[in-house]
């Protein structure tokens, strides 16, 4: 396999001293167009040189490794202050991660976030619906306010950093469930959702604030730096076929929780059996397993055809994505 000649870093963030600029909105900035650097400062000990803003003080969060070279930077304006986005460039080889070692599959839903195919059932914060009722309590108060006035401003302001708490707090859930995940094993196997369906309906609320989307992302690049093996699998019947001898028990309604096999016996959660099959899926597209003959004649080689692995790195960054398997040559 062909390894990744450039090695791209982003989510480098600094903050930025907001009395230095008046500008509410800086944009992309690339090196070949104005330089940059970081030098001493007898304020808060660093400081950034930007084109036509001058050198502007700021809180590096940690130190810049070496051999890495700046080759962008964004100053982004959030609720919470002025942040610069680095991005850094090194010219080192990394190999594409192969299949190795252990594997589980994953399963996300609604009555649980996860489950995991070794039975294992993460239960799924609330981080909109929690605060749901404050934030209805602050956009009522910003209606009384009249438009444009300080306490319009203040009132906006809360509600600001209200949705950036909200965000941070589901991103930080996702990275830290994405690291748990990693422990252990050698390859995670997740369902290739189509995710614009699942933003619609009745469970549209829901749905968006599990961020099934943010979280395979966030998944694929924890699997990526820690070595795991990561892959997508076709979702069709992972919820209809008992993964212990392959059968298709038929489509069940969302109310049925448990996994009964009428053929072998096998009962489980209902999650946790579409995890299951979600593994075999993966380890039989990546060559280390048999598919079942139960699903060959139902789907057919489909869900080998689909498995895919998801860019390693997440939107931004350069480099070549994990290795892709395709559909297998007869």
Request: hydrophobic share 35%; glycine share 8%.
């Amino acid at each position: 396999m062909s390894p990744k000649n450039q090695l791209s870093v982003t989510s480098y963030q600094l903050s930025v001293s907001p009395h230095t600029t008046n500008t509410r909105l800086v944009p992309q900035i690339n090196k070949n167009r104005a330089g940059r650097k970081l030098g001493d400062n007898a304020t808060t000990g660093l400081q950034i040189k930007l084109p036509k803003v001058g050198a502007v003080p700021i809180n590096l969060h940690r130190p810049i490794p070496d051999g890495f070279v700046v080759k962008q930077v964004r100053v982004i304006s959030k609720a919470s202050g002025w942040y610069a986005q680095l991005v850094l460039q090194s010219d080192v080889s990394v190999p594409d991660v192969m299949p190795n070692g252990n594997s589980i599959g994953i399963d996300v839903g609604l009555e649980k976030f996860l489950a995991v195919s070794n039975g294992q059932l993460v239960e799924r914060p609330r981080f909109f619906n929690s605060l749901q009722s404050e934030l209805r309590w602050l956009q009522r108060k910003l209606k009384n306010k009249t438009k444009g006035s300080a306490n319009y401003r203040k009132a906006q302001h809360k509600i600001r950093r209200l949705h950036e708490r909200i965000y941070d707090t589901r991103k930080q859930f996702h990275l830290n469930t994405a690291h748990v995940l990693c422990d252990g094993v050698g390859m995670v196997f997740a369902e290739d959702l189509n995710l614009k369906m699942t933003s619609r309906g009745m469970l549209a609320k829901h749905c968006l604030d599990a961020a099934w989307g943010s979280f395979l992302e966030i998944l694929s690049w924890v699997c990526w730096k820690r070595g795991v093996y990561f892959a997508q699998v076709n979702p069709n019947g992972t919820s209809q076929t008992c993964p212990q001898c392959g059968t298709h028990t038929g489509k069940k309604k969302l109310s049925e929780r448990v996994h009964v096999c009428h053929e072998c016996g096998y009962t489980t959660d209902r999650d946790v059996a579409a995890a299951m099959v979600v593994e075999q899926r993966g380890l039989a597209a990546a060559g280390l397993a048999v598919k079942l003959p139960a699903e060959v004649s139902l789907f057919g080689d489909a869900s080998l055809g689909t498995t895919n692995v998801r860019a390693a790195c997440p939107k931004g960054l350069a480099g070549k994505p994990n290795r892709k398997i395709g559909k297998p040559t007869p």
